[in-house]
């Protein structure tokens, strides 16, 4: 299911990639600040799981960024559908 844990992470990522590390804690800096705005509860997954495909994708993955970006959504929503008690 797309929600708002799952489409700011995925914004986030298209506008920072290709990112370096330290546009990954740009990118994790800035996903903690949009939830505390909103009211988001971020669990420990949300956050490590999100920057570690950051990470991953932006050094392992294609090198076009929407391709990137379908891959870390994919990944990501069938994370949290496979694991749903961790999200």
Do not use: E, H
């Not at 920057?51 to 932006?58: C, G, R």
């Not at 870390?72 to 749903?84: A, D, G, H, T, Y």
């Amino acid at each position: 299911m797309i929600t708002q844990k799952t489409i700011v992470p995925t914004l986030l990522f298209f506008t920072l990639s290709p990112g370096s590390y330290q546009q990954a804690i740009l990118y994790l800096i800035l996903y903690r600040v949009y939830a505390a705005i909103t009211g988001i509860i971020l669990t420990p997954a949300d956050i490590v799981v999100t920057s570690t495909l950051f990470i991953l994708i932006n050094t392992f993955g294609f090198k076009d960024k929407a391709s990137n970006t379908l891959l870390f959504i994919s990944v990501f929503l069938s994370l949290r559908k496979l694991f749903p008690q961790y999200y």
